[in-house]
């Protein structure tokens, strides 16, 4: 534990990466621990992140590891931390090395928790296989690629009929599949078919289709839906048991409870990106939250309001 840093920042995705490249040049002693096991890892190509629109999703968190390691007082390493505990000095923070990198045990003076989100998709067998390159969960971020395709909108969560209204801006030959679930109401159901879209209520067999891309929603009575692409509602949980010993407020859904600063409420630990009460989950406001979470912190260190 001979090391001590002015910000450990846990999480290397966008929202972490942010808040170590704002801090490195408020000249703060940074160090940042990540997992390297990224959310948007099972896709190909990034979009929407201005000037990194199409970017493939390791480049872009590549290059921003390079642009806050080229800071002499900023260090990045892969390590998953395992636990963070409140000591005189601050905090202390051990992390298991991983990719062959060491382990480290730090004392720090604040935190920033960027650790990002875990997501459970419908049992649906296979559907990793197809999920990042035909299925995506964000519309906003792969929407405009399927523009006009044969789409299927899987999922066994409440707000699916608001979903497809929204889906069906980017293709009028939509299906909602609902896995055997009750989860659209017959209302919901008269309203969408209204605007021409026919709910399936079926359990799922399974996806068809191989190197050539998704070709079908296979139904548990052995009929084929034709489909060449659809977005998915998975469920998503926070995986926070490393920071638990300080106890910080959450939400009901487990999101890290933070102020309009990305304060947490326990003193000198922060949180950003996708961890905290959902917002859009998009690539540019996790890097937002980590610059606004950086300009808050940096101040509070220096004892000045944000
Ligand atoms: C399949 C898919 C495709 C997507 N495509 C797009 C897109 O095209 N455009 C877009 O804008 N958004 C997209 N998103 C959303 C986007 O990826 C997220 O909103 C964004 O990555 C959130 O950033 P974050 O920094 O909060 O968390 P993350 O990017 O999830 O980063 C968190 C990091 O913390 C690390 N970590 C976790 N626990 C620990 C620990 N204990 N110790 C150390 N490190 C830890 C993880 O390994 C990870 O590297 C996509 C998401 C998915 C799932």
């Known amino acids: 534990m001979s090391e001590a840093y002015d910000v450990v920042v846990i999480g290397g995705g966008p929202a972490g990466l942010s808040a170590?490249?704002?801090?490195?040049?408020?000249?703060?002693?940074?160090?940042?621990?990540?997992?390297?096991?990224?959310?948007?890892?099972?896709?190909?190509l990034s979009h929407g992140f201005l000037t990194r629109d199409g970017i493939p999703p390791l480049d872009l968190r590549r290059l921003g590891r390079e642009e806050v390691a080229a800071y002499d007082n900023a260090e990045v390493q892969f390590a998953l931390v395992h636990s963070v505990d409140a000591v005189a000095e601050g905090f202390r923070i051990v992390a298991q090395?991983?990719?062959?990198?060491?382990?480290?045990?730090?004392?720090?003076?604040?935190?920033?928790?960027?650790?990002?989100?875990?997501?459970?998709?419908?049992?649906?067998?296979?559907?990793?296989?197809?999920?990042?390159?035909?299925?995506?969960?964000?519309?906003?971020?792969?929407?405009?690629?399927?523009?006009?395709?044969?789409?299927?909108?899987i999922g066994e969560s409440a707000d699916l009929a608001e979903w497809a209204l929204l889906i069906a801006q980017w293709s009028a030959d939509l299906i909602v599949f609902t896995n055997g679930s009750s989860v659209v109401s017959e209302p919901e159901e008269d309203a969408l078919a209204a605007s021409g879209i026919r709910v399936e209520r079926q359990a799922i067999a399974e996806l068809s289709g191989g190197r050539e891309g998704l070709t079908g929603v296979v139904l548990e009575d052995g009929a084929v839906v034709p489909r060449t692409a659809g977005f998915v509602r998975p469920a998503w949980s926070t995986s926070l048991a490393f920071f638990e010993s300080l106890a910080p407020e959450r939400d009901a859904d487990g999101y890290v409870v933070i102020d309009s600063w990305g304060r947490t409420t326990v003193p000198g630990v922060y949180a950003a990106g996708d961890i905290t009460p959902p917002g859009p989950q998009q690539l540019i406001v996790a890097a937002g939250n980590g610059a606004r979470v950086a300009r808050a912190l940096n101040r509070d260190i220096a004892g000045v309001p944000s």
């Open 20 to 44: 170590a490249l704002n801090l490195a040049r408020a000249r703060r002693r940074v160090l940042v621990l990540d997992g390297n096991r990224p959310r948007h890892a099972a896709t190909l």
């Open 97 to 153: 090395g991983v990719r062959g990198e060491p382990d480290r045990d730090v004392l720090t003076r604040t935190v920033v928790v960027a650790t990002g989100l875990t997501e459970t998709l419908p049992k649906v067998a296979n559907m990793r296989a197809f999920y990042g390159t035909a299925i995506h969960s964000c519309v906003e971020c792969d929407g405009f690629e399927k523009a006009d395709a044969p789409l299927a909108l």
